[in-house]
């Protein structure tokens, strides 16, 4: 079900006995990541989270009373080895997952699914989101809208439009014609907006010469009207600068708070802007709840918490699906008895990305657990001796990049660490190289590195 008439009808009457001051303070947000609540009509106050791959857990969020009674979260694959299932029934048992720890916590928005598209490959949140293709994100963003809203939490859609970049992300222009944008960075957007979502959010940087956040076009031409979207635009996080172009544009709400907005009050004593400009965005934030009924009293359901060993097996399986194996010389599988080297970046630490979509996890099994649980005569070394190399019958090396939000990343892996790749496939002729990376590296010299080693194991 999408925001109706009767939600729309319930909105409006509840803005019409809001005075002027209670208006206002709901077009921004409150304590890093809440809306404003109105008790006296019942209107609670809404709390969000991050990301999109499990419900990031965080230090900012203040208030006793609106704290997530969440201690821990399952920490799912990233978006961009999701859509390498090419399994969009998984998606939606992903998402459910999501939701259903949402709920646990009393999380009410979840500021996910990201749906940016792939089309720079060192783009800090790339792992983010799902992948090169319109058509395949946007089979996958439907199910998972579907998944998510399932569990009564609100989907974000994000970032609007055309952010496909961390590097001067604050600054960048996205210059794009028409055809292009509707071809290949709106069509995952579309899916969410005919799933149902009811949460859309903009994006920091400019397109075609406007502010994403402030853009009237592509809010309140495209979105609303192209697209047919009816529920709450918000920015991203301190996103704007011009109250009166923020208000104009179709936009909702502020977040984290009404910092530019705080303004909206002298525009209506000047004639900048209408009281009903301010009640259309109220409406929409209060609509969009009420059609996923978010101000439920007992909205908090901690028993789904026993729900978490079967979100760490849907975890777990998207794993397997999502990892894409590039090339294979007769070496795998690799019989129980063989006698792995393991050696690298990962073989004790996380591989993550980093920013508003980290997820801690709980439970954590390093790579060298797993193996060593796989193959009980395992040695993980940080630099492999010539006895090593001479005892294995195969080396396993892990390499791959801390992706993040805020910045982007070189393509080549650090000089450091490619030279040490390549010398340890040069030491061993039966070799594997396992990456965990965000996006794509470069990987042309190990793929066609052939060893000069005389020895052969088979």
């Known amino acids: 079900m999408h925001v109706n008439e009767i939600h729309r009808k319930q909105a409006k009457e509840l803005v019409s006995r809001m005075s002027l001051d209670e208006k206002l303070s709901m077009i921004g947000g409150i304590h890093g990541f809440n809306t404003v609540a109105i008790e006296r009509l019942g209107i609670g106050s809404l709390c969000m989270s991050d990301a999109s791959q499990g419900v990031n857990i965080r230090d900012e969020w203040l208030g006793e009373e609106l704290t997530p009674a969440l201690e821990k979260s399952t920490s799912f694959p990233a978006m961009i080895q999701l859509a390498s299932t090419w399994n969009p029934d998984l ?18 928005i979840l500021l996910g699914p990201g749906m940016n598209i792939y089309r720079h490959s060192q783009a800090g949140r790339n792992f983010e989101y799902l992948g090169e293709d319109p058509f395949l994100a946007a089979r996958f963003i439907e199910r998972y809208v579907e998944g998510l809203q399932s569990a009564g939490v609100m989907a974000t859609l994000k970032h609007l439009a055309a952010n496909n970049s961390d590097f001067f992300r604050r600054k960048s222009n996205s210059v794009v014609d028409d055809r292009t944008l509707r071809e290949i960075y709106l069509p995952a957007f579309q ?65 984290p708070a009404a910092k530019v907005l705080a303004d909206a009050g002298a525009l209506i004593e000047s004639g900048a802007v209408s009281e009903s400009d301010i009640d259309r965005m109220v409406e929409s934030q209060v609509a969009a709840a009420l059609s996923l009924d978010l101000y439920q009293k007992d909205y908090k359901k901690p028993e789904l918490i026993a729900k978490l060993p079967a979100h760490r097996d849907i975890a777990l399986e998207t794993a397997r699906q999502g990892t894409v194996l590039l090339k294979n010389k007769d070496l795998l599988p690799l019989p129980d008895k063989t006698r792995v080297l393991l050696t690298g970046k990962f073989i004790r630490e996380k591989a993550y990305g980093g920013g508003a979509a980290v997820v801690e996890g709980y439970d954590y099994q390093s790579l060298e657990q797993a193996m060593a649980a796989r193959f009980p005569t395992l040695r993980c070394v940080d630099e492999p001796s010539p006895e090593d190399l001479e005892w294995a019958d195969v080396l396993m090396v892990s390499a791959g990049t801390l992706d993040h939000e805020g910045w982007d990343r070189p393509f080549a892996l650090p000089p450091e660490e490619e030279e040490f790749l390549i010398r340890m496939l040069e030491s061993h002729p039966r070799s594997l190289v396992v990456v965990n990376s965000g996006g794509g590296i470069r990987m042309t010299g190990c793929l066609l590195y052939t060893s000069p080693s005389p020895r052969d194991r088979g």
Do not use: P
């Open 91 to 108: 998606a939606r048992s992903y998402a459910q997952s999501i939701g259903e720890e949402c709920r646990a916590g009393g999380i009410h």
């Open 191 to 255: 899916a969410g907006v005919n799933a149902g979502a009811r949460a859309v959010m903009t994006a920091y940087n400019l397109l075609n010469g406007e502010w994403c956040s402030e853009n009237r076009y592509l809010i309140t031409e495209v979105l609303r009207g192209e697209m047919g979207f009816e529920g709450l635009v918000m920015t991203d996080w301190w996103a704007v600068d011009n109250a009166e172009k923020v208000i104009n544009s179709g936009q909702d709400l502020e977040m």
